[in-house]
């Protein structure tokens, strides 16, 4: 039997309907996705400062002001830093396991021409300084080297006086914590290998007198605080309010997290 046209408008219509109803569901799922949390809520309260360095690539770091948790842009400061023009944003995302990232750039410091004796770097202002009896905290960060002489890397402290070192010497093979300037060096097992990422994470615990700091190497993200590590704690740190990159040497920065816990600055993806 031939059906009316009424009969034949109405089916039309159902099917538009069902349609749209298909295309909100759609669309609400999408936005679910797309709002839920990169990490677990408990841990992304005690993510105090986070820099992944989502910055235009091909632009200097200098006068950048991205990322969370910090009271200023970088800008000059370290030791007898020089120069800054060797620090900018480099197309690509560093990458470990199944670390969680954002954005799709990272941070290259490349080392002074040769015959420049200038130390480089940046600092930029923490939103409190750290460095109070008490106090646990946990850093970490992504570190591919990509030079074999030099040293690079990120200080903890105010650009004056002790202040804690991460990351390459000029004088080991391994990876490293040190009072600025070399001063009780501990070495990791890890050997720095010219292009390869690392994933550092240092547990900071600031006591009366010498403070606590305690690096491990590679650590599995999303998984609990392993043992053992490697430990410095012959340090006291008077003030800790600024970190900073400081460098002679040719490397790569990524994902710079601060927290209160060890989930929050080892985040799995999800």
């Known amino acids: 039997m031939a059906w009316s046209k009424k009969r034949i408008a109405l089916v039309a219509l159902l ?42 690539s091909d632009t200097l770091l200098e006068g950048q002001g991205g990322g969370h948790g910090f009271a200023g842009p970088w800008e000059p400061g370290g030791f007898n830093v020089a120069r800054s023009d060797v620090i900018q944003i480099n197309p690509g995302a560093l990458t470990f396991s199944n ?23 940046l600092a930029r202002r923490l939103g409190s300084d750290l460095a109070a009896a008490g106090g646990t905290y946990y850093l970490s960060f992504l570190y591919r080297p990509l030079g074999e002489g030099g040293y690079g890397t990120l200080v903890l402290g105010t650009g ?21 300037g070399g001063t009780g060096r501990v070495f990791s097992d890890q050997e720095v290998i010219v292009g390869q990422t690392v994933f550092l994470v240092v547990k900071l615990e600031f006591r009366d007198g010498p403070d606590r700091f305690t690096l491990q190497v590679n650590p599995a993200p999303g998984q609990p605080e392993p043992a053992g590590g490697f430990v410095k704690e012959d340090l006291d740190l008077t003030a800790a309010s600024h970190l900073m990159i400081y460098s002679r040497a040719a490397w790569s920065l990524d994902e710079l997290r601060l927290g209160t816990s060890w989930a929050a600055v080892t985040p799995a993806r999800h």
């Open 15 to 56: 099917i538009v309907c069902a349609a749209n109803s298909l295309l909100l569901v759609a669309i609400l799922l999408g936005q679910r996705w797309l709002a839920r949390p990169l990490f677990p809520a408990g841990a992304a309260r005690s993510l105090i400062a986070y820099e992944p360095f989502d910055y235009p």
């Open 160 to 180: 004056q006086g002790r202040e804690l070192s991460m990351g390459k010497s000029s004088s080991g093979a391994q990876f490293h914590l040190s009072q600025r």
């Open 99 to 121: 670390l969680a990232t954002t954005g799709a750039n990272h941070l290259r410091i490349d080392a002074p021409p040769e015959g420049d004796a200038s130390i480089c770097g």
